[in-house]
Structures are given as structure tokens and as C-alpha cells.
């Protein structure tokens, strides 16, 4: 029995297990280590010494600011800072010298390299552990080759420890090679793994599905990525939480829908990035923000895109609309719960306001806020170190994918409409118009709008916008925040509903100037990773 070993979360593992990792190993090319980097007598002995290897490689293996940022890398979010790293992934002005946040690196992937080599040596009393902790580590560094696989389309595959620099000078590897490594080592985890995780925080047997899932139809291997999602469908474990708005609040971590997430706690591994995301009236950045082409995306209440509905207004472009559009976006007319109490959010009335855009450089570009994770703002006693986990898969995906798979495999069943309608029924949106909705080419664009708002700000429409071939479509050109305007009551004890407060007849914010190039559905490999290895060749255009 595993008994008491894992009643903890991860975290609490972490920095122990981190420090000795980074203290015995060596650092150096391609992040690999020496075969005997974890050889001192007093490692690789007891289960704990296990334990705390493998904990080791959970350290940063995916990040929750990356999920949050990756929106800034499409055409639903804009990152005002260029040093943070996502701007230039948005307008293309990403290079070689100048990769902006890049995901190659093998420090991960070196440390479960270290495990697998150096494990059979540690004496296990706990039945079942040992095989576990394996999976779980060629699952962290199948994940990791497969961010850097869809980033970069191929890169070098080391399974093991390498003995000198030269033998780190390696080519890329054939990139059908890499996909059929990362699903075999996907389903080794499975066969292993259970359905509820070892700890909190650790990989279970439905997250590594989850991942799986996501890579199949990312690679448009629609029957696999289907029959996967109703693996995930049938295990019974994962349901939609009740509501779409609490989804994303810390009283609610953990709850029904969450496959997977990334793990915080405050004073000891903090997530910074929740106060990143507020406008400047709250103490925030506004580093990452909503722009109109995503508002625009939101159907009305009724089921109507805003073209098809001929009562839309567009200087009250938030009345009737979606539900999910408030609980994603903080939108001007809005009563928003700030660090000061209630008030009507304004960012178009007046530049002497202390979240319009013109006001300070950390002021929202777009006129917009990102609503998840930050409402409402008591939650957190410090918005720069809080313990908001960030999710990472959710089962409304599982729905959304079966969905679409079955949708571009041409199967158009009551599953595929129940599956769809599941999402939206719990939004508070009406169930797909049948009559509207009936063939492939319809229901292919509704799904595909559906993952857009459902998944807003979570980190997919990258991926998304590259696998349906609109990439070039939607990332040229200028960007767009709100109408400009004013706020026509800005009573918070006032009865006026939130889209009547606002009267938005000027232009709208103008953000940035994108270009998007075929090239960009993969990044640069930084240039220093060039020069240390010869045999690397670059992404082709850059």
C-alpha cells in the first residue's frame, strides 16, 4: 500500500528534490549530463532518493504563464511588453537572434533521462511506486518533445545521458520519428499510470490521455484523437463544473471538469502572472490582453453571430451576448469588482482615467482585461504571489475535440451535437440549431467558434488557427481593441444593465500591425543553439 506517501502535493517535494538535482548534475550543452552525474554514494539509493528524482522533473516541466500568454501568439490576445517575450511571436517579428519565448531546451528532458538511467539502483518498498514514477517521467519528457515538435517541427532526440560535447552535436531527427516516439511513450504511460493521480499535482492516466488527445488532432489524426476522447468519455471520472465562471476561481481548484493543471502555492512556488493581468487601476500590467477580433467571436444570447442578428449594435456591442464573453472578458460599462471595491469599468471615457490606454504605458491597449482568473480580486491576498493553479486540460477539450474529430471525419451523429451542446448548455447558450447546423461545412465553422470562446485565453488558438489552415487569414493586418467612447452611467448601485451603460461611436483602438508567413507555423531556433551545434540546421525561412 502506498499508505501516507502521497497525501501532499507535488510542491511540497519540489525545491529539495530541484536543488539536489541542479547541485549534483552539470550543466552544459544541450543541458545533458555526464552518465554518472548522479553517482555520489549518498543518491540513487532509497525510494525517497527516487521519489525526489522524479519530483525533480516535474520542476517547470510546463509553465502556467506560458498557458496564459499563449493566446498573445494569435489572434485573440496582445502582449504589451515587448521583453516578456510574446510580442514578437504576434506580429511576426520573431528571428533567429530574436526568438522571444522559446521553448527549446533540454533541461527537462535531461533530468527524466537521468531517472531512467539511474533508478533500478534505488531499493523500493512501496509496490507498484517504481513503475510509476517511470511513467511519469517519460511522460514529462514525451510532453516536452512534443512542445518543442510542434514548435519547431523536428529537433534532436536524446534518450540518454551523453558523454561528451561532441556527441551533443546532433542533427535533427526525422520528424515522423519523433511523433511515433512521443505516442509510444504516451501509451507506456497509460498502461501504467492509474486514474487518480499519485499526489496532487502528478500525472494520472487521464491527463496523459488528455495530452495525447490534444497531439492527434493537432496532427489531424482525427479517428485517433476521437477514439482517444472517448477514452477520456468512458473512464467516468471527468464532468463540466456547473459554473463556467467559477471554473476559474481558487475556491473552485481541482474540481470536476480539471483533467490536468499546473500547480501553485503562494510563498513557496507563487504564480506571478495572475497580477500581470490586471489594468493599471488595479495595481496591474495589462501585459496580456483580449482585443475585438475575439469579442467579436462571442454569439448573441439568442445563438446569432452578430452579422447574422439585426438588432446588433455596435456602439453596445455587449448587450445580448453570450454569456461566456462576461466571464472572459472585463469589457468598458462592466461593474467590476476591483482593488478598490465596485466600479464601472472605463477605459473609453476619458484619458484621466487610470485604466485608459493613453493614461500609462501599463494601461490596457485593447480597452479590454482578461476576466479568468483574476475575478474576483479578493480572492488573493498578494495578485504578484498567489496560489491559483492554472488549468492545463479541462474536460469541456475532451468535449470540443470528439466534436470536431468526428466533425472533419464527416460523422455527424447526436453525439457530436450532445457533445457540443453539453458546453454550451452549461454557459447558459441555447442547444445547436439543427436546421442551421446540419452538414459538415456548418458545423465545422460553429465548432470551431466554440473552441475559440470556450477556450479564450487558455492557451490554444495557436494550435488551433495552424490546424485549420486559417493562420495567414486572421494574423495579417491590424489589430483592434474596443470602440471608443463614453460611459453613459458609471452608478454602480444603478440598475442600468451593463450593455446599455456604454455608448462606443468612435474608432476603435489601434493596437499593432501583424504579418504572418507559412514559416511562422514553426519558430526559430535561437541562434546561440545554432552556433553550439553545428549539425542543427534552422527552421526553414528564418
Not at 501568439?73 to 510580442?87: I, L, R, V
Not at 475532451?398 to 451542446?421: M, R, W
Not at 475559440?452 to 495557436?462: P, S, T, Y
Request: proline share 4%; hydrophobic share 35%.
Amino acid at each position: 500500500m502506498r499508505a501516507n506517501i502521497m497525501k501532499f502535493s507535488i510542491l511540497k517535494y519540489i525545491s529539495v528534490g530541484f536543488i539536489l538535482f541542479t547541485n549534483i548534475s552539470c550543466e552544459s550543452f544541450l543541458d545533458r549530463s555526464p552518465g554518472d552525474s548522479l553517482s555520489k554514494p549518498t543518491f540513487w539509493q532509497t525510494e525517497d532518493d527516487a521519489i525526489m528524482a522524479a519530483t525533480a522533473c516535474y520542476n517547470d516541466w510546463w509553465s502556467g504563464s506560458t498557458i496564459l500568454y499563449l493566446d498573445c501568439a494569435s489572434d485573440n490576445s496582445f502582449n504589451n511588453f515587448y521583453w516578456e517575450g510574446w510580442t514578437n511571436r504576434g506580429n511576426g517579428s520573431i528571428s533567429a537572434s530574436d526568438t522571444g519565448s522559446s521553448t527549446y531546451g533540454y533541461s527537462t528532458i535531461t533530468r527524466c533521462n537521468d531517472l531512467f538511467e539511474n533508478i533500478d539502483r534505488c531499493a523500493f518498498t512501496t509496490d507498484g511506486l517504481k513503475d510509476e514514477l517511470i511513467a511519469e517521467a517519460k511522460f514529462i519528457r514525451a510532453f516536452r518533445y512534443m512542445i518543442m515538435t510542434q514548435d519547431y517541427g523536428s529537433v534532436p532526440l536524446i534518450t540518454e545521458s551523453l558523454p561528451t560535447v561532441e556527441s551533443a552535436r546532433l542533427p535533427r531527427t526525422d520528424r515522423e520519428v519523433l511523433i511515433k516516439f512521443i505516442l509510444d511513450e504516451f501509451d507506456a504511460a497509460i498502461a501504467v499510470l492509474p486514474v487518480e493521480p499519485r499526489l496532487t499535482g502528478t500525472i494520472s492516466k487521464g491527463a496523459v490521455y488528455a495530452i495525447k488527445m490534444r497531439f492527434l488532432l493537432n496532427l489531424r489524426r482525427y479517428q485517433e484523437a476521437s477514439d482517444v476522447a472517448k477514452q477520456i468519455i468512458d473512464l467516468n471520472k471527468y464532468s463540466l463544473y456547473q459554473s463556467y465562471t467559477g471554473l476559474f476561481e481558487m475556491a473552485n481548484e481541482g474540481n470536476s471538469e480539471v483533467i490536468l493543471d499546473i500547480q501553485y502555492i503562494s510563498k513557496e512556488h507563487g504564480n506571478g502572472t495572475i497580477g500581470q493581468m490586471y489594468n493599471n487601476g488595479d495595481g496591474g500590467w495589462s501585459s496580456l490582453v483580449p482585443i475585438q477580433s475575439l469579442v467579436d467571436a462571442y454569439e448573441t444570447a439568442d445563438g446569432l453571430t452578430i452579422d447574422e442578428w439585426s438588432e446588433y449594435n455596435s456602439s453596445k456591442p455587449y448587450k445580448n451576448r453570450d454569456p461566456r464573453l462576461r466571464a472572459t472578458v472585463i469589457f468598458p460599462g462592466q461593474i467590476w469588482a476591483g482593488v478598490n471595491g465596485d466600479r464601472v469599468f472605463d477605459t473609453v471615457s476619458t484619458e484621466n482615467n487610470p485604466d485608459h490606454p493613453k493614461q500609462a504605458t501599463n494601461c490596457s491597449q485593447s480597452g479590454y482585461t482578461y476576466k479568468k482568473y483574476t475575478n474576483p480580486m479578493s480572492q488573493y491576498d498578494n495578485v504578484w504571489d498567489t496560489g491559483m493553479n492554472i488549468i492545463m486540460c479541462r474536460y469541456a477539450e475532451v468535449l470540443l475535440t470528439y466534436a470536431e474529430a468526428n466533425i472533419e471525419l464527416g460523422n455527424i451523429t447526436e453525439d457530436v451535437y450532445s457533445a457540443i451542446n453539453s458546453v454550451r448548455q452549461r454557459a447558459g447558450m441555447p442547444v445547436v440549431d439543427k436546421a442551421k447546423y446540419n452538414n459538415q461545412a456548418t458545423l465545422r465553422e460553429l465548432v470551431r467558434r466554440e473552441r475559440r470562446v470556450e477556450l479564450a485565453g487558455e492557451g490554444f488558438r495557436r494550435d488551433d488557427i495552424i490546424r485549420w489552415n486559417i493562420a495567414k487569414d486572421v494574423m495579417n493586418g491590424y489589430i483592434y481593441g474596443c470602440r471608443q467612447g463614453s460611459i453613459l452611467d458609471s452608478d454602480v448601485a444603478s440598475a442600468t444593465l451593463e450593455g446599455d451603460r456604454v455608448n462606443l461611436d468612435g474608432e476603435h483602438y489601434r493596437i499593432e500591425s501583424r504579418v504572418y508567413e507559412d514559416k511562422h507555423n514553426y519558430l526559430p531556433i535561437p541562434l546561440s543553439e545554432i552556433e553550439k551545434n553545428p549539425s542543427l540546421t534552422q527552421t526553414p525561412g528564418y
